[in-house]
């Protein structure tokens, strides 16, 4: 984009800004970057700017960045789900299409900052890869970078396994036991707990002298949190590594759940602003 082109875009963000107030929209602070499609394709690789090297990010920019050289495929933006949001624009865009694009990366701001799935996001992850990525960079120092290498490609092949509902929900223990103290009772209590009781019989049962104890008491579905307390064989370099890889997928699954409501929203925001 020409200078001249650059100040219009300038304008025009800031009229949309001023539409998005009017329309009762509340995103976050958003800073906008023209960058070229190698940095573009670069940073839609790796997730987020600034994350720890490995073969997988580059394995990925390649067939994007294929894709997008053969005219198959085409990022128009990247947005950061941080405060301030960082919005990433391609600069051999036209006018038009960035004034367009602009107006959409507001929709999906304020959907970052407003709906719930997104609350116990991390606003401040750039930073957070920042320091992991310098982490996995000294364990690759002291320990070798093929054998962490091969210990994140272990890590990264289940990092999908976590429970963003621990999050969401808070300790599932606690709101039992409320529940508890606040259940209503009756004349059929005895008959709604039948169910219960069954249960009861079952684990006593199942504690008998002479029964292996079960473990876990119940079914784990974050797997990379399982492996972080209880595998007894891991050095700390590698619980640290399975940390790592299981805060930033937390960070992507909010993203991954709501993806056609976020993509949804920018689109209606961006044909009411403009």
Known sequence: MADSEIERLRDSIDCAWEEASKFGLDPFPTHFELVPASIMYEFASYGLPGRFSHWTHGKSYYR?????????????????????????????????????????????????????????????????????????????????????????????????????????????????????????????????????????????????????????EKPEKDILLFLMRHAPHLQPWQRDIIEIVRAEMLYFVPQMQTKIMNEGWACLTRESLV
Not at 92 to 106: C, D, R, S
Not at 124 to 144: C, L, N, P, Q, T
Request: negative net charge; charged residues 35%; aromatic residues 12%.
């Open 64 to 216: 994007q960045k294929m894709q997008y050289d053969f005219g198959l495929s085409k990022i128009y933006e990247m947005v950061v789900n941080t405060n301030p949001s960082y919005a990433f624009l391609m600069e051999m865009n036209n006018l038009l299409q960035n004034t367009f694009v602009a107006a959409h990366v507001l929709g999906h701001t304020d959907f970052f900052k407003n709906n719930a799935y997104f609350r116990h996001t991390s606003r401040r992850m750039i930073d957070k890869v920042s320091i992991h990525a310098e982490r996995v960079a000294k364990y690759e120092f002291e320990h070798g970078k093929d054998e962490v290498e091969r210990f994140l490609d272990a890590a990264l092949s289940i990092q999908e396994h976590v429970d963003y509902n621990l999050l969401l929900h808070g300790d599932e223990s606690a709101r039992k036991e409320e529940k508890k103290l606040t259940e209503v009772t009756s004349e059929y209590d005895d008959l709604w707990g039948l169910e219960k009781k069954a249960k009861r019989v079952a684990e006593e049962r199942d504690k008998r002298p002479g029964k292996p104890p079960k473990f876990p």
